[in-house]
Structures are given as C-alpha cells and as structure tokens.
C-alpha cells in the first residue's frame, strides 16, 4: 500500500467514526507522525494532500523541515514529544504547535522565548491521565492551577489538552476525562488517540489525531 493509499482508508475511517459520533469529520485533524521516517515519506504524504505533521524531537524536525517549511508554506508542524529547556529556541522557532508542555519550568521557559522571538505557537498541555509516575505530564488534579498560572501570569496561547493513556489498558476512560477537563477549562483543542486507538479517541472527543503507523507503515527505526 502507498501512502496515498493509506490516507484515503484513514480519512475514510476517521470520517465513519465521526459520523457514528454525530460529529462533523472537518473537526477532527489529522496530525501525520513522521518520526523516524524520510523526507520522502513526508513529501508523498504531502501530495496525497497531507498538511499537519508532527515529530517528536527538535532536531530531527529541524533537519527534516526546515527547507520544507519554505517550500511548502501551508504545511503545519506539531511537536508532540518532550521538549528539553536547552531546544525550546529552537522549538519555538519551528513549530506551529507544541503539544508536550508538561511541567512549570518549561512553561516558564517558553513564556520568555516566545516574547523574545515575539512568535506565538498554539500550546498544548500534555495531561498525566493515568497518574503514571514514569510518565511526563500535569496530574488531572493539579491541571486548573496549572493552567491559570500559564494563562494568567505567563499568557501563554493554551489551546488544548493531549494524553497518552496506560497502555494495555482501555483508553476510553481516559480520553473522556481529558474532554471533560478540557470542556472545563473551555479549551478547545483535545490531542489524543494513535493508530491503534484513534477510533475510539474520536468518539471520546478527540479534535486531533497522531497516527504514524496507519500512515507511513512500521517505523524504519525506533521513535
Ligand atoms: C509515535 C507517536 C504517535 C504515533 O504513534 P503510532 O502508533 O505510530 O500511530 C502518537 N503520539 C505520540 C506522542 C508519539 O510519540
């Protein structure tokens, strides 16, 4: 299967569950993950009329992106891995999104370099949904403090909420509670569901999708 055809049966599935949730299909977007994958991989997506990536470490979208970002100016780029305080310059710099604000010293950090680069990428809050200690992320509990102290003494452009649930575990709890804090904190963005789950993040809510797998095939490398 090519990429081309591979977005069709995406965007046909995506759409199915859409409809089945009563909702329209133009609310949800598609974010192409297209870590560890070529920039021939991103350009045939591209074609196939593609226009939202996303990658999960700044260096490798800067090699990958940064010409494509001239010659393809209505291309959107999401960051949807950590981001380290040391890259958010450069974060910033790239990005449209960045998905993965998931603790205070990084909204610190990316308060002052957005107001010195005076460039302002749509932020996500990444959301601990499971409470996991290994994994990065706000607890549901402390996300409204969180939140109004990024808004309110940072201001910074909050638009949403993202979650990564346990894994082997059914996601749906999760991704109804990240709507429900989202609808809360009147957010409109909520990032979840991959390729083994986007269906039912869709019904849960979800307004963005990362889907690596279901589009570009198994990963050449590990990411
Ligand atoms: C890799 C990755 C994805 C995409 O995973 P697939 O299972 O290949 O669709 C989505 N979100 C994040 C945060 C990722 O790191």
């Known amino acids: 299967m090519t990429i081309a055809n591979r977005l069709t049966a995406l965007t046909d599935k995506t759409g199915a569950a859409a409809q089945r949730s009563g909702r329209n ?6 974010v192409a993950v297209s870590k560890t994958q070529p ?8 074609t196939a009329g593609q226009r939202v990536f996303g990658e999960n470490r700044v260096q490798e979208a800067v090699a990958k992106f ?45 308060a002052q370099e957005m107001s010195k680069q005076q460039r302002w990428p749509d ?14 992320g706000i607890s549901p509990a402390a996300l409204p403090d969180f939140y109004a102290d990024c808004r309110n003494r940072l201001h910074l452009p909050i638009k ?3 979650c990564i649930p346990p894994i082997a575990t059914d996601p749906a ?26 269906e039912t993040a ?22």
């Open 39 to 46: 920039q021939s991989a991103v350009l045939e997506a591209y």
């Open 160 to 162: 949403g909420l993202m």
């Open 173 to 198: 709890p999760y991704f109804r509670d990240l709507t429900k804090l989202a609808n809360q904190l009147q957010l409109p963005i909520r990032s979840m569901g991959m390729s083994g789950d986007f």
């Open 25 to 30: 299909p133009a609310s949800i977007t598609l």
């Open 123 to 136: 932020i996500l809050i990444e959301v601990n949904s499971g409470n996991e200690p290994q994994k990065a």
């Open 66 to 110: 940064t010409d494509m970002r001239t010659t393809h100016q209505d291309l959107q780029l999401w960051l949807i891995g950590p981001l380290q305080t040391n890259k958010v310059t450069a974060a910033v710099r790239m990005f449209d999104t960045i998905a993965t604000l998931d603790r205070p010293k990084l909204a610190e950090a990316l």
């Open 202 to 223: 869709i019904a849960c809510g979800s307004t963005a999708i990362r889907v690596g797998t279901a589009l570009f095939g198994e990963r050449p490398t590990k990411g």
